[in-house]
């Protein structure tokens, strides 16, 4: 009887294996049909994995608790930070993951502002305010404390503008138009940064770096802080992207490399 089991758990674990393995094949050849058709799916694929872990992360954050005051309502800030992300995912279907995202802009900026005393912050990359308003909640409630914020974008920055006006401390937030590294080489340095945010084009970020020290624009003991270095974690793979061409790539495949090397070096 024993014997006649264990026969039938293997015949069983045999036919698991079989199926398992059909199905493993099986997603492995239809990754490779989306491939061919569309040589970005595996970029889209690892984004989505992402965001389903960062929506994860948020759902089980504080964030949810800290929205509400006392009497269970919706902060007039959070309220504010709600609508302008609904209207800057609208105006922007294809560019609001510009914007961060609420663990980075309500958590991590809002905490790094708050527990540094940052008075006088400079905020490189404004897009629609999401970041800039989250650092205000932070920002220290002395009188000449401000957050100066530089934006090209005269459309995002208007939407920028409309939600900081409704903000109770909105004038807090000075708005400069331009060009980040521009505005970095000519803005007077006579007061330094107590914290500088940058979150603007990525391919200048070494020279953003270079002219904040060079100037001396943060204080001694400030803060530097560059959102996304990574960059989709492509940076990890620019050397592996870098090797000559196999000659059996399909010009499918060459075209997925070209485009996997433009985000990495990004």
């Given amino acids: 009887m024993s014997s006649a089991k264990s026969s039938a758990n293997s015949i069983s674990k045999s036919g698991n294996s079989r199926i398992q393995n059909r199905s493993v094949e099986g997603e492995a050849e239809a990754l490779s049909t989306t ?4 040589p970005d799916a595996d970029i889209k694929a690892r984004e989505a994995r992402a965001m389903d872990l960062y929506n994860y992360a948020t759902d089980k954050s504080s964030l949810n608790i800290r929205a509400l005051d006392k009497t269970g309502e919706r902060t007039s800030h959070e309220n504010i930070l709600q609508k ?50 989250s650092m205000l909640r932070g920002l220290s409630e002395t ?5 100066i914020t530089v934006e090209r974008n005269p459309m995002a920055r208007k939407i920028a503008e409309k939600y900081t006006k409704l903000h109770p401390r909105g004038s807090k937030i000075k708005f400069l138009p331009g060009d980040a590294l521009e505005i970095l080489r000519s803005i007077s340095n006579a007061k330094t940064f107590d914290m500088i945010f940058v979150d603007a084009h990525k391919k200048s970020y070494v020279e953003y770096l270079e002219c904040i020290l060079k ?7 400030g803060l530097i802080i560059f959102d996304n270095v990574l960059f989709r974690g492509m940076v990890a793979e620019i050397e592996k992207l870098e090797e000559p061409d196999d000659a059996s790539l399909t010009p499918n495949e060459k075209k997925r490399k070209m485009r996997l090397q433009e985000i990495a070096k990004a």
């Avoid at 009188?143 to 957050?147: E, M, N, R």
């Avoid at 100037?215 to 003991?221: E, Q």
Wanted: hydrophobic share 40%.
């Fill in 143 to 147: 009188k000449d404390s401000c957050i």
């Fill in 35 to 38: 491939l061919i058709s569309d």
């Fill in 84 to 133: 302008l992300r609904k209207e800057t995912e609208e105006t922007y279907p294809h560019g609001h993951h510009m914007m961060l995202g609420p663990l980075e802009a309500r958590c991590l900026l809002e905490i790094l502002v708050k527990v540094s005393g940052a008075a006088r912050i400079l905020d490189l990359g404004t897009f629609t305010g999401y970041s800039a308003l």
């Fill in 215 to 221: 100037r001396k624009l943060v204080k001694v003991g």
